[in-house]
């Protein structure tokens, strides 16, 4: 005996994934104003790690527009037969694309701190600090955009690219006042360096989450749950269990198992606490499938019923 019972409110989804892409855009916006200026600023007062940042930030641009627009369309597209998930799928695929495009801007800001360690440029110490100040700011006012609520994986993404603006322009920051007290032209590339290793900090995250649910990698322990569906009343052993996630906040789970019922009140029974939990262990979608088990024999019947 087999049901599936959603039991994720899709409305509530909906409205949640609402607010995300908002929320993105309203960050996207913001970041490409801040790159904007620290990019002018970089180039007219001759800093490398303000022209880093400002890179930085372009990318984040780039990341949370794309993040968007995968939740804008993931929210307004409702599948139908052939896309039964609809295309919330896209919400993995455009993290991990905003992850592979870190990488060339790490690899260019270390190339202009290598020409800056080469040979020193004088640069503006008061306008710099100002544009570097400025940026923080902006970081900031983002970040408190996105906290709140459980974020989604894109928002995780953003935030975490937040963070490592906020951490660059702190760099900056930090360098400029260097360069002007102790008279350490070094210290610029240097923060242009440490802001690269952020760079690479954040790509490695929103890599390896959205490459986790791309390869269908179980968000839970799954022995966990196994164990933990054993102890109801009525289930003999868990022959099978598969538990992934089609996007950040939606995660499936299918379960078969063997059970001793000797009525179907019983087994329904039985696949209520077995919804009940795995509800519990955070399954939005789950499919649960009951063989009963003949005693006098090795003969096993099983029917199906599905219940939204």
Known sequence: MSSEVHTHDSEGMSEQTGRSTRKLALVAVINFVGFVVELAGGLLFGSVALISDAMHMLFDMLAYVMAFSAGYTAERFEGGESWSYGL???EPVAAFLNGVLLVPMVAYIVWE?????????TIDIGQTLLIAVG???VNLGSVYILQGDQMSLNERGAFYHLL????GSIAVIVSTV???VFDLPVAD???AILIAVLVLWSAGRVLRESTSILLQRSPIQTSDLEAELTTIEGIERIDDLHVWQVCSQLTVATVRASDRSTSLEAQQEIQRRVHEQLSES???HATVELVETIDSGSN???STTHAH
């Open 88 to 90: 919330h799928r896209l």
């Open 113 to 121: 701190a290598y020409q800056r360690f080469l040979s020193s440029v």
């Open 135 to 137: 940026g923080l700011l």
């Open 164 to 167: 490592g603006d906020a951490g």
């Open 178 to 180: 260097a360069v002007a």
């Open 189 to 191: 590339p240097a923060a």
């Open 282 to 284: 955070g399954i939005d």
């Open 300 to 302: 096993t019947t099983s």
